[in-house]
């Protein structure tokens, strides 16, 4: 079986690659084809893989290639984890917003509009070449922002792209291991959008036990987002939201500590993974040790200014695994074997959510088999949460819409209207600084 990694010269593909390594079953994947537009990272990233498959008997067999449709043609699987405009671009991005003083973050607010606008464009043409060269390809996003991006290829590929994100596995894997219940044995009732989602119970034998984690102060201010948000928010809200919100329930907080850091998260990893990449030019040896050190240290700084702001201290050891890969992974068996699993996900809302229409990409719990992902009726959500979902998606909506037609006014608009940028002069001034450091947008008229 054939997986292709789009971005496969990217920082996160040997997590990927070394869940691929554990799987021994039949039906594994046995050939992995890396493209990127970047050879030199292509050629680091596939030394990585090489040490770590140097043990491991029948390792899935690794090339690289920069040219798309190779990498594409007979592609059972696609990964695409790809980013335009590199880390230097989402640097740019928050460095913008953070002067008009409002939040740049990759996939929340200005940050995030203006990466969806640079981003959708290069994903639709992905979307259309898969349906040409590999049209029985199940395509797997990660390219944020997840939800947008998965949305837009969706109407090129129909429900063959299935969109993942890590954040909901790891908060509900959070809550279970605070309540004492193994993760495997929840059902976790999560709704919303990607990196806009709210646990609302979580259910062990058919018994809800999020009512006992919000009843016990100790054990609700145990864990990331009890200190993150507060015990006592949480309880107003009856839900855990996911960590992502914290920019939207706590944004004044949360633009503050960005123009205090000494750097913003895209510039540290641009200057972080620029030292990784260049280490590996000088040196032939331990590329695998040296992936493993950088790692580690995104890992332990991820967030760090929301947690800082909320007194929230350092992640625990536990949270520092990533996830997203294992998502993956379990997403491909399900479908490869018809190995039946349930996933948080982000797929076409085929009235799972009533307040949006069937075609809105959202994220929410489904029952995954060989004919792909199904989305599960949720309960409706609460009033607050309703208003946050419907106007963000409508942002979603005009974002389509402008990298579709190419029309400044709408983009504009879809700054305007979202909910953290509070001036249509703003969303205006946005805009102009965004095309300033962008050719990308230039198609913006």
Not at 345 to 354: C, D, E, F, I
Request: charged letters at 25%; a negative charge; proline letters at 4%.
């Amino acid at each position: 079986m054939k997986l292709t990694i789009l971005g496969g010269g990217g920082f996160r593909v040997p997590l990927v690659y070394g869940a691929l390594l554990g799987d021994r079953a039949e039906g594994r994947v046995t050939r992995v084809v890396l493209h990127d537009l970047d050879a030199g990272r292509l050629s680091a990233v596939t030394r990585v893989l090489a040490e770590q498959a140097a043990d491991v008997p029948d390792a899935p067999e690794v090339t690289a290639t920069t040219d798309l449709d190779q990498a594409l043609r007979g592609a059972d699987f696609v990964f695409s984890a790809i980013r335009v405009g590199g880390l230097q671009g989402r640097a740019d991005d928050e460095r913008v917003a953070l002067a008009e003083g409002v939040l740049g973050q990759e996939t929340v607010g200005a940050g995030g509009i203006a990466y969806g606008l640079r981003t959708v464009p290069v994903a639709v043409d992905i979307a259309r070449r898969v349906a040409r060269l590999a049209p029985d390809a199940w395509v797997i996003n990660f390219t944020n922002p997840a939800g947008l991006v998965t949305e837009a290829m969706s109407r090129h590929l129909g429900d063959r792209v299935i969109g993942i994100c890590d954040s909901p596995v790891g908060l509900g894997r959070r809550i279970a291991r605070v309540l004492g219940v193994h993760p495997n044995e929840a059902w976790i009732d999560y709704a919303g959008l990607n990196h806009l989602g709210w646990v609302r119970g979580l259910r062990v034998a058919g018994r809800d036990q999020l009512p006992r984690l919000l009843a016990d102060s100790e054990l609700l201010g145990s864990f990331e987002e009890g200190r993150l948000f507060g015990v006592d928010w949480l309880r107003s809200l009856g839900a855990i939201p996911n960590e992502y919100l914290h920019y939207y329930y706590f944004n004044r907080e949360a633009v503050r500590a960005y123009q205090q850091a000494e750097q913003t998260r895209g510039a540290f990893l641009r200057d972080q993974q620029a030292s990784f990449y260049e280490e590996l030019k000088r040196s032939d040896r331990d590329a695998l040790a040296a992936w493993e050190r950088t790692r580690a240290e995104r890992e332990a700084t991820y967030m760090a200014e929301n947690r800082e702001t909320a007194g929230a201290g350092e992640r625990e050891a536990d949270d520092l695994s990533g996830g997203y890969e294992k998502v993956a992974l379990a997403l491909m068996r399900a479908i490869a074997r018809d190995e039946r699993t349930t996933l948080i996900l982000n797929v076409r809302n085929r009235g799972t959510l009533s307040v949006l229409d069937p075609e809105a990409v959202v994220e929410v719990p489904c029952v995954v088999g060989a004919d792909g992902a199904h989305p599960v009726a949720v309960d409706p959500l609460p009033a607050h949460a309703t208003g946050l979902v419907c106007a963000v998606k409508a942002v979603e909506r005009e974002v389509l819409a402008a990298a579709e037609s190419g029309s400044r006014t709408t983009a504009v608009k879809a700054f305007a209207l979202h909910p953290l940028v509070d001036s249509v002069t703003v969303a205006r001034r946005l805009l102009d600084g965004y095309t300033a450091v962008h050719p990308g947008l230039g198609y913006l008229t």
